[in-house]
């Protein structure tokens, strides 16, 4: 049972280049998330989706968009990439069931992303 | 929208003493209340989550506190061995609401032997 698996672990990319993160989580969870960890600041959220089909913004979502295609996927994209988004982005999944009272994230490893 | 401050940022205790984390928030309508480790080069673990309808809970080691009216909430590790040297970030959120966390901005813990 891998849980949550991101791909690529690391990436280097120069400024305006783009790329997509890939989230596939095998837990049949309901809900996805992305997340950005900076040093001192701790996680933000970027975009989550709480359904296939459903997308919605978070705490930081500029110059980021998202696709749930499918259930167990979760895309992030940067269309032009920033130094500023050079960060590690993580990927979660929650159950998300209704009356099932479980609020636990399951994160994958991370991806390290670096713009020049 | 929620705001959550967490204190310290780095704290370095002996091995067998008591770790104290303590986290403030902003949105009185959040009700779930999460801490979780991040070892290194790996995703943040839920180790022990409190919602608002208790006080307290305790789990083998690990503790946490929860004052409503105040606004904030504490870890507490007891007897702490150098396998609890990691970061630690705390997290609020309503829970009903996609269970969107708002994280501090974590506490690396180091257990020096």
């Known amino acids: 049972n891998a849980g949550v698996t991101q791909t690529p672990k690391f990436r280097v990319l120069k400024t305006g280049q783009s790329m997509t993160l890939l989230c596939a989580q095998d837990m049949n969870h309901e809900y996805m998330y992305w997340y950005r960890q900076d040093p001192g600041m701790g996680l933000r959220l970027i975009h989550y989706s709480v359904g296939e089909g459903t997308t919605a913004k978070g705490e930081v979502p500029d110059g980021y968009n998202v696709s749930r295609l499918k259930k167990q996927n979760f895309l992030l994209g940067l269309e032009s990439a920033a130094p500023s988004q050079t960060s590690v982005y993580f990927c979660a999944s929650s159950s998300g069931l209704a009356g099932v009272r479980t609020g636990e994230l399951f994160f994958g490893e991370g991806s390290r992303l670096t713009v020049l | 929208g929620e705001n959550v401050e967490q204190h310290p940022s780095t704290l370095s205790v002996q091995e067998g003493d008591s770790a104290v984390i303590k986290c403030t928030y902003s949105?009185?309508?959040?009700?779930?209340f999460p801490w979780y480790k991040q070892e290194l080069g790996k995703g943040p673990q839920l180790i022990i989550d409190?919602?608002?309808?208790?006080g307290e809970k305790k789990d083998q080691r690990i503790a946490v506190t929860l004052n409503k009216t105040a606004k904030h909430f504490s870890l507490h590790i007891t007897e702490t061995q150098p396998e609890d040297s990691a970061v630690y970030f705390c997290a609020a959120s309503i829970e009903a609401a996609g269970n969107k966390l708002t994280f501090g901005g974590g506490t690396r813990v180091l257990v020096k032997p």
């Open positions: 949105d009185s309508a959040s009700n779930y």
């Open positions: 409190i919602r608002s309808n208790v």
